[in-house]
């Protein structure tokens, strides 16, 4: 899956760097944003990896990562149409798996660390970050404390086998270029 690693990290960073100032709301000028505020709310967002947390679940507990900034970088790098698709992967088809959730949310963290730093990102030039295996690894260790929990591990792998059917479905998993017909459901009015 990760032989041509570069590409793939690199096409993940430039979903994140579409998704991350849309979802975290970072972008220069939305909601009256300046570059010091952008800051803070990155800062912010950093502390106790907020950045990683949903919406609370229907009992007001905590919904770690279930971000929707997380989703969707998810859906859009392991889901897409293209030939090297991840979907095609038995594994991704059954669930996200857990090491593709940490490079995800490495790269959303990177991403989030910049502006943090200077308040917005350069998609011209290379920014310094801080060690991509360090937030790895940290992210790892949240992942497996989350996962043990007797309430919160059961959650989360829901969650991500959710995840991984909505990014089948989304995607036009099991339809033909040509499928579909009056009577199905699983159709497009092309007229």
Not at 16 to 24: G, K, S, W
Not at 32 to 37: A, I
Not at 96 to 107: D, H, K, N, R, S
């Amino acid at each position: 899956v990760f032989n041509d690693a570069t590409t793939f990290r690199s096409k993940i960073k430039q979903i994140v760097l579409t998704v991350v100032p849309m979802v975290y709301e970072l972008a220069l000028g939305i909601n009256g944003n300046t570059t010091d505020s952008v800051k803070l709310k990155a800062t912010a967002l950093l502390k106790k990896a907020i950045y990683l947390h949903g919406e609370p679940d229907s009992e007001g507990r905590a919904s770690n990562f279930a971000n929707d900034a997380v989703r969707i970088v998810c859906h859009k790098s392991f889901y897409d149409n293209g030939s090297k698709s991840l979907k095609h992967f038995a594994e991704f088809q059954m669930t996200i798996p857990p090491a593709a959730l940490f490079l995800v949310g490495t790269i959303i963290r990177n991403v989030i660390f910049i502006y943090s730093k200077y308040g917005q990102v350069s998609r011209t030039k290379q920014t310094p970050i801080e060690d991509s295996e360090t937030s790895y690894d940290r992210i790892s260790t949240l992942f497996n404390r989350t996962n043990k929990d007797a309430y919160h591990g059961p959650k989360l792998r829901q969650m991500l086998k959710a995840w991984a059917l909505e990014g089948m479905n989304v995607h036009g998993a099991g339809l033909g270029d040509d499928e579909g017909d009056d009577s199905s459901e699983w159709d497009v009015d092309l007229a």
